[in-house]
């Protein structure tokens, strides 16, 4: 299949009509950074061809990502400032004891190219 049975699967989906594709992401955390996959399907639900059907990206930090939107060339997210308490994370084992969102901190926006895109990530 197209994911691993341990790939994390984000709760989100956007349907580009113009194009008629889906698409969903992945998203694999850790402490100081995050490995982002979006994938595009066609209308019978199988990857479209160019790339694979799949971008991936390296994001910085702990990205906690919970919705998208797409353009044309771009899948769109926003990441808030997220810090992590290794040691918390450690001891616990309960991830929401150990995120905290720095107040004041600022986002960031990412602009992912689509899978057939010539635009670069920014």
Known sequence: GVLKEKDPFGGA????????????????????????????????????????????????????????????NYSVFVQPP????GMQFLVSKDPAKSLSVEQGGQALLHLIPRVGSKSKAQ
């Open 13 to 72: 989906a956007v349907l580009d009509a113009a194009k008629d594709r889906m698409l969903f992401y992945s998203n694999v955390q850790e402490a100081s950074s995050s490995k982002l996959t979006v994938y595009e399907f066609n209308s019978k639900f199988r990857l479209v061809p160019e790339n694979g059907g799949k971008v991936e990206v390296d994001l910085p930090g702990f990205a906690l990502l919970s919705d998208f939107a797409v353009t044309e």
């Open 82 to 85: 997220v810090s992590t308490n």
